[in-house]
């Protein structure tokens, strides 16, 4: 029986998973169209990175790093505090499109990516 690749290997790993996510919350940091997702964020985002780095190893098919120290995702629930709008996840979406682009070569990888990380932003809108 084959074993199929999961999107994590296909990405690179736990240092690409790193570097995507670091690159993700510099360009949220330096890009004037993101002011509003950043304005969610805590001053220091080390520890966003941190998060993040570890849900998106469980959810690309690595290991489960998030579950393992938290539990459960719930998404919603751990956003409810922030007003996610439209604009706060197209924000967050510019981000993460941009460091997919520099970062995923493969086109039809990062286009499914892509409409997943979309699918994932919209579900967090909870504020008109």
């Not at 074993?3 to 996510?21: C, D, M, N, R």
């Not at 510099?26 to 169209?33: A, S, T, V």
Request: hydrophobic fraction near 40%.
């Amino acid at each position: 029986m084959e074993k199929s690749i999961t999107p994590y290997e296909l990405i690179g790993g736990e240092s690409a998973v790193k570097q995507l996510v670091h690159r993700f919350y510099e360009l949220m940091d330096e890009l004037p169209e993101a002011y509003a997702v950043r304005q969610l964020h805590p001053e220091s985002l080390v520890g966003s990175e941190e998060m993040l780095f570890e849900y998106l190893s469980g959810w690309l098919g690595g290991p489960n790093l998030y579950i393992a120290k938290k539990g459960h995702p719930r998404l919603r629930m751990r956003h409810a505090p922030y007003a996610i709008g439209l604009k706060e996840r197209d924000e967050w979406m510019l981000c993460m499109t941009q460091a997919l682009t520099e970062q995923v070569n493969d086109e039809g990888f990062r286009q499914a990516l892509l409409t997943q990380f979309s699918e994932l932003a919209s579900h967090m809108i909870n504020s008109e």
